[in-house]
């Protein structure tokens, strides 16, 4: 929410950015789930908007594969798992089939930042 609030900032010193515009969206709605059970607002399916579903996965994905202060990184086939789980819930299935069409690549970038 406060990424949303800080980028509104800067929307209104550079209105009419489309490319700001899209970031405020992720910002604010990347938390919603496919099923309305998320937030800041409890959007359900395609009230989210595209951009923050898209970044959801990737999110997730990215937060599954890095080893943070409190846990290490999982599998990419465990993290490919908790994602096809997740699909239909948390995640919009059209989504989830088009990140497991190129998971493969996401997986390539990941070692480029030093995932396992």
């Known amino acids: 929410m406060a990424g949303a609030v800080t980028m509104q900032a800067v929307r209104d ?10 970031g405020i969206s992720i910002a604010r709605s990347h ?3 496919w099923d ?11 009230e989210i908007p595209l ?15 890095s080893t943070r202060c409190y846990k290490e990184p999982v599998s990419r086939r465990e993290a490919r798992r908790i994602i096809e789980e997740g ?13 497991l069409t190129l998971e493969e690549a996401f997986d390539e970038v990941g070692h480029g930042m030093g995932y396992l």
Do not use: C, K, W
């Open 13 to 22: 010193r550079y209105p009419g950015n489309a490319f700001i515009d899209m």
């Open 31 to 33: 938390h919603e789930r």
């Open 36 to 46: 309305g059970r998320g937030y800041p607002d409890g959007l359900a399916g395609e």
């Open 51 to 65: 951009a923050a579903r898209i970044m959801a996965v990737a999110d997730v994905y990215d937060a599954l594969r």
């Open 87 to 99: 699909s239909g819930t948390q995640f919009d299935p059209r989504v989830v089939t088009a990140f």
